[in-house]
């Protein structure tokens, strides 16, 4: 493929973006990120760790479970 054929690598987790990283270093034509999809995710774990979140998502399934 080539360096000259990439512009970005994307990973999705930070052990695998800390090596690519590291890999990198010798390109610095190449840009690296981690995946947006996995930062949402992470975020949105993070965001049901609270407690009115958790008690919305609670009362939903309840409501679930009767219909």
Not at 29 to 54: A, M, N
Request: hydrophobic share 45%.
């Amino acid at each position: 493929m080539g360096v000259e054929n990439v512009v970005q690598v994307m990973t999705n987790k930070a052990t695998t973006y800390i090596v690519v990283g590291r890999l990198l270093n010798k390109y610095p034509t190449l840009f690296w990120s981690l995946c947006p999809t996995h930062c949402i995710e992470l975020i949105l774990v993070d965001i049901g760790k609270f407690s009115r979140v958790q008690n919305v998502v609670l009362e939903a399934k309840h409501l679930q479970n009767l219909s």
